[in-house]
């Protein structure tokens, strides 16, 4: 049974707005007491039916309210409320002014799709969006950050040696370089994709990782 009707509209400048309130101005649609009008939603009455129209000023929103605004209720509300509290979101997502959030970022979106899949829920056709519906599985997918910690035991692990070290006597020095590749659990931006070390006569002990990683968080705080 449909109720209303919700349209999800982008504005091209302030044609919408205008258009709409000629519309009202001359009798063709019926603002609807105690809803909104303004500049993100508009509800009127046109031949008989409720519409609500949601506006995006800011592209970003639409993935979010798209999504929010097809199918039924209690599909909406499941999808936007967190696992732990008995929805489908991933706990570590957020969703904050019609955006999905995580570590503290706005995740750039291109449409409702990308917010299934950022669930780990197969996507699901507005037709079958019903009250009854359940997702089969979940393979939720949390994507990095520059905020997060770059250098944690789950950020990263060394893969491969480019070039051995040899093994060096007193005469020529302690130390001897060595190029390592790094492969990230995470993607992560471009510039942390490859390290190159200088590798001392303990390289491979726990006491030489962790020099490892503190001069890499003193140049990541630079």
């Given amino acids: 049974m449909v109720g209303d009707i919700e349209i999800v509209a982008i504005p091209a400048a302030n044609m919408l707005y205008d258009l709409l309130d000629e519309k009202i101005a001359a009798g063709t649609i019926t603002h609807l007491a105690k809803k909104r009008w303004g500049l993100k939603q508009r509800s009127f009455w046109f ?13 970003m ?12 209720a209690d599909f909406s509300h499941r999808m936007v409320t967190k696992k732990s ?12 002014d019609a955006k999905v959030w995580c570590d503290g970022e706005a995740l750039l979106l291109e449409d409702e799709c990308d917010i299934f ?9 507005p037709t079958e969006r019903t009250d009854s519906y359940r997702p089969v599985q979940f393979y939720p997918v949390r994507p990095a950050t520059e905020k997060r910690d770059m250098f944690s035991e789950e950020t990263f692990v060394p893969v491969e040696t480019v070039r051995a070290m040899q093994p060096v006597t007193p005469e020529q020095g302690t130390i001897s370089n060595s190029s390592c590749r790094f492969s990230f659990n995470d993607p992560l931006p471009e510039r942390f994709n490859t390290w190159s070390f200088q590798v001392s006569s303990d390289a491979g002990t726990p006491a030489a990782r962790e020099r490892a990683i503190e001069a890499a968080r003193a140049a990541q705080n630079r």
Avoid: H, S
């Avoid at 639409?62 to 999504?67: A, I």
């Fill in 117 to 125: 899949d950022l669930w780990g829920i197969d996507y699901v056709e």
């Fill in 61 to 72: 929103t639409t993935p979010v309210n798209f999504m929010i605004r097809t199918g039924c």
């Fill in 85 to 96: 509290a008995g929805g489908w979101m991933p706990d570590w997502y957020e969703i904050k």
């Fill in 47 to 59: 031949a008989g039916w409720q519409f609500d129209i949601f506006i995006q000023p800011d592209p």
